[in-house]
């Protein structure tokens, strides 16, 4: 059979020509695109440098030994150490996450796994778990220091906790809340369909497979939350001043006040005339919380590397 | 003819407003393989579901008229003790990301067997009869995804043998694998069936005819409300269908 050739050599090279300009144009603006992205990260790459860089040098004739592990001597000279409020911190962060791990994690499990589970009456309960997803999302969004007013009416004054390690970790619980719940249902999510109706399907219970199946697939997520909540914790400042007094002394039980690294940072640079002690202890933070953050980037790997083999 | 293991009369399901299944009545043999065919979306894999509850967890579903397990009313069963009795494999293979041997043993654990010995002869047997044992017994805290694809699929097969029931739901269980995994899940299935009832999903009528001993042919309209069309033994729908659109299906004319 004879088929007409409709691709005659000209019509060919034409398209041809024209492929081979349009590819160079798209060439062009592709490299014009990723070079004015490489010059944006070069750009906040060079501040963050600057203003580590900046605090621990400042910072670093301050840090040794000692420094880390002599208290502060209070006062105006801004004089001694640091270790009191590196253990209040230490305190602080335990006692907030004993309280807001499980009662986060508890919320997640219950805004995610039960969510429209309700086979009667739903309608209800689905647009009440609306209305608290809803909440959740509003109250990741506020400005710490409206927690710390509200520790401050309801933990220091209402209840006359004081000014207190207590009243310091259920304002900072509330702070956190938040984080742990929105991370732990994110973790949640990603856990397979599949999964959950495969443990159904044996026999097992709607507890069970969430227990058994759905969390410890969910940990890693989970994990990632709580670490991204002890960086907040050791960051925050607005919070605990307005809760937590500033004796920079160790508290000696819940109803005692002390401030932590990051408090403490903050009255050295106000009160004091310590100028380089507050760097180092901002050096110290840095470092910890650069610290967590390599942990988290640690845990995420492992959990994009266990999906990965899911699928 | 075997006793009757399964069985659904005018039974009618509803997503929401949506009618998925109308009207149908079908007894389902003991100890012998039944496979669903019909083209996708006439509620093939819904009223597999249904033996087992699985629509329970999808809200807004409603039905109507009866199914019944060995004679017992299936939704006033206690559903934890139902899934006891009638497993299932999905279509695509889902062992849980745990070790070969906390896959198998899952079923009895949740179900409250404890004695490590017990366990241990469980997850032989299951997987033995899941044409298993010989490719993992040295390897079995190894990681269940670890597996090729067919393999998972025999240990999914072998985690629901783990609890003993009598009746095995598949759906679609070979629609992921290549043809020769696909041929040892066949033959898989025909050595279960001297001691299980199988329901089998397929729409590949092939393999409806290579498997099953019986067939029901669902089958919808522009309503895509889903109706069983004709049930018989497989050899009887394959060369004397006694509907029109069975016919068809079977001819390859609906694709
Ligand atoms: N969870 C659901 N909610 C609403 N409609 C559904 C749901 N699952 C299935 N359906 C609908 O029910 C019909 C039957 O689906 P399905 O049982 O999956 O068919 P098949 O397995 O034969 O392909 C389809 O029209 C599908 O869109
Ligand atoms: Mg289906």
Known sequence: MNVPDITSTNAMNLAEKRSAADLRRRQAAQKLSFGLFWLGALVVILIMLVVVGYVFITGFKSINLQFLTTPPKGGLSGEGGISTTVITTLYLVGLILAISAPLGIGAAVFLIEYQGQTQSGGKFIRSLLQVVNFGVETLAGIPSIIFGLFGYALFVSTLKFGFSLLSAALAG????????????????????VSLREGS????????????????????????????????????????????????YRLPKNLFSG????????FYLAMDTNAFEKAMGTGAVLIVSIILINLIIDL??????????LHQ | MNAIKLETHSYSLYYGKFRALEDISIEIPEKQV????????????????TFNRMNDLIPGV?????????????????????RQRVGMVFQKPNPFPKSIYDNVAYGPRVNGIREKNVLDEIVETSLRGAALWNEVK??????????????????????????????ILMDEPAASLDPIATQRIEELIRQLVEHYTIVIVTHNMQQAGRVSDYTAFFFTDESRTGRLVEFNLTRKIFTNPQDKRTEDYITGRFG
């Open chain 2, 62 to 82: 409603r039905t109507e008229g009866q199914a019944l397990l060995d004679g017992e009313d299936i939704f006033s069963m206690d559903v934890v003790a139902l």
């Open chain 1, 258 to 265: 002390g401030r932590t690294l990051s408090l403490h940072l």
């Open chain 2, 34 to 49: 039944t496979a669903i065919i019909g083209p996708s979306g006439c509620g093939k894999s819904t009223f597999l579901r």
């Open chain 1, 173 to 192: 619980a509330c702070l956190v809340l938040p984080t742990i719940i929105r991370t732990t249902q994110e973790a949640l999510l990603t856990v397979p």
């Open chain 1, 299 to 308: 845990i995420s790997r492992k959990l994009s590397a266990g999906v990965r």
């Open chain 2, 138 to 167: 040295d390897n079995l805290g190894k990681s269940g995804l670890a597996l090729s694809g067919g393999q998972q699929q025999r240990l999914c097969i072998a985690r629901a043998l783990a609890v003993k029931p009598s009746v």
């Open chain 1, 200 to 247: 159904l399907a044996l026999g097992a219970t709607r507890w069970q497979t969430i227990s058994k199946v759905v969390l410890p697939a969910a940990i890693p997520g989970i994990i990632t939350g709580i670490m991204l909540s002890v960086g907040r914790i050791i960051s925050e400042t607005a919070v605990f001043y307005v809760t937590l007094g500033g004796s």
